[in-house]
């Protein structure tokens, strides 16, 4: 399985924009991006997902190099509320029977701070 | 909707023990996954389902049984608990094969003496 590879913490200031990284060098050319995110004490959330194109949502945007073999994930302006720990996850096609099976890395850890 | 509800929140076993983890959906979904948090570490998929009566294998489903009698429910079996299951144990559910998003249950934390 491909793997990704991201920091293991990052601070931000709130309302400042945040740039998550995420290198994943060895991406097969159908896996997607998934982000997802998990608050403290919580399960996991979907952030975002990408396959070449950057994407938006009114959560983040995607922003995906044109190699693929890097993403970032980008919130805005980040609140107090982001704070929480944010998996990029690369994912098989729909279409190929894996639909079911996330693979989490550790994450990054992310601290906002007034 | 409730979403993806879980069953207990928190239960301390002992060694040998066996309990069931309940898990259950009120949004149709086919799809349904349990997966382990240990301390630290990311999810690790234990087992998971694609519809009622089919079940298979994840990463790590040694110790763990399912079934899935019903489109609703997913129970997890610890069949005689051990310390190295000690964990957070989240439930998840997706619409289908052709949906993107997974979504997951608050937890059960579950220490095993």
């Known amino acids: 399985d491909a793997k990704t590879t991201q920091p293991n913490s990052m601070e931000s200031n709130e309302e400042e924009p945040v740039h998550l990284p995420c290198n994943h060098s060895?991406?097969?050319?159908?896996?997607?991006i998934h982000w997802y995110r998990q608050l403290p004490s919580q399960g996991p959330e979907y952030v975002i997902h990408?396959?070449?194109s950057n994407v938006n949502n009114r959560m983040a945007s995607l922003a995906i190099a044109e190699d693929r073999k890097s993403s970032t994930l980008i919130l805005h302006r980040a609140t107090l509320r982001d704070a929480a720990v944010y998996y990029c996850?690369?994912?098989?096609?729909?279409?190929?029977?894996?639909?079911?099976?996330?693979?989490f890395g550790t994450g990054t850890r992310l601290q906002v701070t007034l | 909707n409730a979403g993806v509800t879980q069953t207990p929140k928190f239960q301390v076993l002992k060694t040998g023990q066996s309990m069931t983890l309940q898990c259950a959906q009120d949004?149709?979904?086919?799809?349904m996954s349990w997966y382990r948090q240990d301390p630290g570490m990311g999810l690790r998929l234990i087992h998971y389902?694609?519809?009622?009566?089919?079940?298979d294998q994840g990463e790590v489903p040694n110790g763990y049984n399912v079934s899935r009698s019903t489109t609703e429910d997913f129970p997890l079996r610890l069949l005689s608990a051990a310390p190295s299951q000690t964990s957070v144990y989240f439930c998840?559910?997706?619409?289908?094969?052709?949906?993107?998003?997974?979504?997951f249950g608050p937890g059960t934390r579950l220490t095993v003496l």
């Open positions: 996850i690369l994912r098989e096609p729909l279409n190929t029977g894996t639909a079911s099976k996330l693979t």
């Open positions: 060895t991406i097969s050319g159908t896996d997607y």
């Open positions: 990408g396959l070449t």
């Open positions: 949004m149709n979904h086919e799809y």
């Open positions: 389902s694609v519809g009622a009566g089919i079940t």
């Open positions: 998840a559910s997706q619409p289908g094969q052709l949906y993107n998003e997974q979504f």
